[in-house]
């Protein structure tokens, strides 16, 4: 992302006819621009400055639920580690690189630790489309040349956010080991201050500890704790665990293969556990994570078998939906993230504590 691109449909093209060339922006699939196309580009293009008015107009006590969710991934994040280091498959070579890489995640909720929005929001012009676009590249060009002309590696500035903090969504990085939670999700239904811990640990926990769960998975697990990518064969993981690790993958694509829903799609895939295989496992072992903090941290009286199992029935609730026959189709084809049935369904039957707790 050195030199910074916008999306396509943001561009003039130039399109030819009978008289003279004329430039007229490229036209989306459904052949004109409407509201949402403008919405999108503006999120897009300016994510600082729409984060900046969505963080004044709706999003209230900032810092103390900043503080309140960072908190809470640490300790996801250092029970993560705590299940590696108990795990009786994993070498003990293997778990100590695991185990310092989990720890050195960094948390960074609602906001970066290192943020600003845009400051040239003063200069843009409603009626100046291509001058505003220049304005927009000369800047993103000009910050990636002040950051990488600093000396030293800051894992926070680097990773800055590509969209703004509205956005419904939490993300792992793997090139800076950080997970990243917006504050746009951090609203209801995802998290709401006024439910019971078990709730909000069934909820917005079970997000954390899927992304502090993509460190390991099939992809992340690549790379080491200081973010550089590691070849199959070089001492980060032993060949043992590797080939045990790979063996569990195979177990778990094997399941989410299974795609017998009386569909009458054109092309179901073959493959869809291997399509799908780093979400389902970051699913399987984030909520047990968030599971495991709840249950060292929830005070005595609070953890009862009706408790556990309301824990369950939130995580459950999170992913409920209803499908159309067209949004299943194209879900199934492309979507790197299982079908929310199967987000629910296939995650429990693979938790010991799930079958225990009912």
């Not at 003039?12 to 006819?17: D, E, G, L, S, V």
């Not at 949402?36 to 984060?51: A, E, F």
């Not at 980060?236 to 009458?264: G, S």
């Not at 941290?297 to 459950?316: D, G, I, M, R």
Request: net charge neutral; with cysteine; hydrophobic share 35%.
């Amino acid at each position: 992302n050195y030199m910074p691109k916008l999306e396509s449909n943001s561009y003039f093209n130039i399109h030819t006819n009978d008289r003279a060339p004329s430039h007229v922006l490229k036209r989306t699939s459904h052949g004109t621009y409407d509201e949402s196309d403008c919405i999108k580009m503006t999120q897009y293009m300016l994510p600082g400055l729409v984060s900046d008015r969505f963080m004044s107009d709706v999003f209230s006590h900032t810092e103390e639920t900043r503080t309140k969710i960072t908190q809470m991934g640490e300790n996801i994040r250092d029970t993560l580690a705590e299940m590696i280091h108990e795990s009786d498959w994993i070498d003990t070579i293997s778990k100590r690189h695991l185990v310092a890489k989990v720890r050195n995640i960094i948390v960074r909720a609602i906001h970066p630790n290192i943020w600003k929005p845009e400051p040239f929001g003063h200069r843009l012009v409603a009626d100046r489309y291509l001058h505003n676009l220049n304005i927009i590249r000369r800047f993103r060009v000009r910050q990636n040349l002040v950051l990488w002309r600093k000396d030293g590696f800051n894992r926070d500035e680097v990773a800055r956010f590509g969209a703004p903090l509205s956005t419904v969504n939490a993300f792992y990085s793997p090139i800076t080991n950080t997970i990243t939670i917006f504050a746009g999700i951090l609203r209801k239904p995802f998290y709401d201050e006024k439910s019971d811990m078990a709730s909000i640990y069934a909820s917005i926990g079970s997000v954390i500890g899927h992304e502090c769960t993509h460190s390991i998975d099939s992809s992340g697990v690549r790379f080491d704790a200081y973010c550089s990518f590691r070849r199959l064969h070089d001492g980060w993981l032993m060949p043992e665990t590797q080939a045990r690790f790979h063996d569990k993958l195979k177990c778990v694509v094997d399941e989410y293969n299974v795609v017998d829903l009386n569909l009458q799609c054109a092309n179901v895939p073959t493959n869809y556990g291997v399509q799908t295989l780093g979400e389902d496992v970051a699913d399987i072992i984030g909520v047990r994570a968030a599971y495991k903090t709840w249950l060292k941290l929830a005070p005595p009286e609070q953890v009862t078998n009706s408790s556990k199992q309301w824990f369950w029935v939130t995580f459950a609730q999170m992913w409920c939906s209803h499908y159309s026959q067209k949004y299943i189709c194209n879900r199934l084809n492309g979507d790197e993230h299982a079908l929310s049935l199967f987000r629910v369904d296939n995650t429990l039957r693979n938790i010991v504590e799930f079958k225990d707790d009912y």
